[in-house]
Nanobody
Framework: QVQLVESGGGLVQAGGSLRLSCAASGSIFSINGMGWYRQAPGKQRELVAVISSGGSTYYADSVKGRFTVSRDNAKNMVYLQMNSLKPEDTAVYFC?????????WGKGTLVTVSS
């Protein structure tokens, strides 16, 4: 089992920045990929950014050039630096960890971007 706890969400004006953090605990030795997803009101959950255990990254087109995902394996943390935020980035952001065929999720942290 892997437990994930997100932090760092909040209210920010358009053009501002936020940094989300995710702390992993439990069977962390089994984790390979980690990343962030988001779900806006009335919409499906979508991938934002992922990072492999080796540091390879992938971003959704909508956040490329604005968001940066990183991880600190020694601290069992994954981060999402969000710059130039837009109102359409408003969503609950979920941390995700993959271990074999298992997907683990945090409870989410709300990001609200005002115009």
């Amino acid at each position: 089992q892997v437990q994930l706890v997100e932090s760092g969400g909040g209210l920010v004006q358009a053009g501002g920045s936020l940094r989300l953090s995710c702390a992993a605990s439990g069977s962390i030795f089994s984790i390979n990929g980690m990343g962030w997803y988001r779900q806006a009101p009335g919409k499906q959950r979508e991938l934002v950014a992922v990072i492999s255990s080796g540091g390879s990254t992938y971003y959704a087109d909508s956040v490329k050039g604005r968001f940066t995902v990183s991880r600190d394996n020694a601290k069992n943390m994954v981060y999402l630096q969000m710059n130039s935020l837009k109102p359409e980035d408003t969503a609950v952001y979920f941390c995700n960890a993959k271990s074999g065929s298992m997907n683990y999720w945090g409870k989410g942290t709300l990001v609200t971007v005002s115009s």
